[in-house]
């Protein structure tokens, strides 16, 4: 499978942007989807998950309440809603995808390339 983010971009802070992940082929309900982010000079760090039919959503404790993953499995994409952003969630944010569940980057086998998201004080 093959993934291209789009949305990313410069927003204030307690604004909104809405990300898309777009997958190629036919099989994308059976992969579990989700974010990392990687902020400068740091780790790439899980941000959110959701289970291949949507019915299971974990997040990190950073974006609870804030950020809402989302999929659509007729249209092969995956969305995070992120609300209320702040300036500690500037990073470059990766899409994932896995057959297993995972919250951590050596567990994902396919990555996106990456969209920046940039929020100013």
């Known amino acids: 499978v093959q993934l291209v983010e789009s949305g990313g971009g410069l927003v204030q802070a307690g604004g909104s942007l809405r990300l898309a992940c777009a997958a190629s082929?036919?099989?994308?309900?059976?992969?579990?989807m989700g974010w990392f982010r990687q902020a400068p000079g740091k780790g790439r760090e899980f941000v959110a998950r959701?289970?291949?039919?949507?019915?299971?959503?974990n997040y990190a404790d950073s974006v609870k309440g804030r950020f809402t993953i989302s999929r659509d499995n007729a249209k092969n994409t995956v969305y995070l809603q992120m609300s209320s952003l702040r300036p500690e969630d500037t990073a470059v944010y990766y899409c994932?995808?896995?057959?297993?569940?995972?919250?951590?980057?050596?567990?994902?086998?396919?990555w996106g390339q990456g969209t920046q998201v940039t929020v100013s004080s």
């Open positions: 082929g036919s099989t994308f309900s059976t992969y579990n």
């Open positions: 959701i289970s291949r039919m949507g019915f299971t959503t």
């Open positions: 994932a995808s896995a057959p297993s569940l995972f919250n951590s980057p050596t567990m994902v086998d396919c």
